[in-house]
């Protein structure tokens, strides 16, 4: 498994806090569900199954964004 440190992803501020936890959501849903993750020095490090390059290319091509209201 590779570590990606995600440096814009610290646990202080609450909006850096919460842009990680969804980075880590849209990842376990949609890439790899035996993704890790853990602070080290104020940062996010994954550990997904796949590279960066892999996890770029996710983000720019294959990302569906979640819906903000589930009808029912």
């Known amino acids: 498994m590779p570590t990606l440190t995600l440096n814009g992803c610290a646990p202080v501020p609450l909006a850096h806090y919460l ?4 980075i880590l959501r849209l990842v376990a849903e ?5 993704v890790k ?27 569906r964004p979640s819906s903000v209201l589930a009808p029912w």
């Open 19 to 22: 842009k990680a936890l969804g």
């Open 30 to 34: 949609q890439v790899d569900s035996n």
């Open 37 to 63: 993750a853990a602070w080290r020095n104020d940062r996010l490090e994954l550990h997904p199954d796949l590279s960066s390059d892999a996890l770029v290319s996710f983000f720019g091509r294959e990302y």
